[in-house]
């Protein structure tokens, strides 16, 4: 291209060969707590050299690859997202937390988040970054590590792994993604005051919905075992069964025996 007066070019070669990689499957699902193997599968020859990554797409990544989503997948700005939604989210619809801890020990699943119990849930398993080199192999087995919270979490989370390589970010409807459900092992349910592993339980109002603000209000009668609880934003039912969207209510719930029961809605 620096020849003046002479014909000339350019050419970009790129190699494609990531294309023959592929998850066996697109989803999985693992009981909290346990380890959710994923098969990736390599149609290449054995002797060819595969080297690629395993991540994980976290909802609560770094701004970084936040911005670089959003940007790649034209989501414009931050202000069209949702309250509490990220680029991750809007793209697909991930709902566990990614968290390692480094205490030490090669176990990097905590139950403790900034030295704090994790009692909001936002340490569902441990964040997944490896670089793999396949020679020989027509296969590789990535694990997954899922984090027993102790809390009841619904509905059920998940988390999206796709394979990468260098200048390319998978497409989230073809087979380099793959979707593991987190399973609530409810652990939170039905548990009495002697239950050690329960330490927070998640109270619902009457609908299972989002954006209600259920909790923005809260009071407590600790010796007659009384709570109620405001829900800025929730649907109700009027004397004619017809449902009345974004109304409002306030929660009563009477505890026994150490647990939380809604018996009335104001």
Do not use: C
Not at 230 to 249: A, F, L, P, T
Request: hydrophobic fraction near 40%; glycine fraction near 8%.
């Amino acid at each position: 291209r620096d020849l003046l007066n002479i014909n000339s070019g350019s050419a970009l070669v790129f190699d494609i060969s990531f294309l023959d990689l592929s998850f066996a499957t697109s989803k999985t699902s693992a009981i909290e707590g346990t380890l959710a193997p994923i098969l990736i599968a390599n149609k290449n020859a054995p002797e060819m050299e595969m080297i690629f990554n395993v991540k994980t797409i976290d909802r609560n990544a770094d701004e970084q690859t936040q911005a670089f989503v959003n940007e790649l997948f034209t989501f414009r700005t931050e202000e069209v997202f949702p309250f509490g939604k990220t680029s991750i989210d809007m793209l697909n619809g991930n709902t566990a937390f990614g968290r390692s801890q480094y205490y030490g020990s090669f176990e990097n699943r905590s139950l403790w988040v900034n030295s704090m119990f994790d009692y909001r849930g936002i340490s569902d398993y441990s964040i997944i970054n490896d670089e793999i080199y396949l020679l020989d192999k027509t296969d590789y087995t990535v694990i997954l590590k899922t984090t027993d919270d102790h809390l009841f979490e619904f509905p059920d989370e998940n988390v999206t792994l796709q394979i990468t390589v260098p200048g390319m970010f998978a497409s989230q409807i073809g087979n380099l993604v793959h979707t593991v459900t987190i399973v609530d092992d409810n652990d939170g349910i039905g548990a009495g005051p002697s239950d050690q592993t329960t330490y927070y339980t998640r109270l619902f109002g009457n609908f299972s919905e989002t954006s209600s603000r259920m909790g923005s209000a809260i009071d407590i009668d600790n010796s007659a075992n009384f709570m109620v609880v405001g829900s800025k934003y929730s649907s109700n039912v009027d004397k004619n069964g017809k449902i009345m969207q974004k109304v409002g209510g306030a929660y009563l719930y009477q505890r026994e025996k150490g647990i939380w029961k809604m018996i009335f809605i104001l």
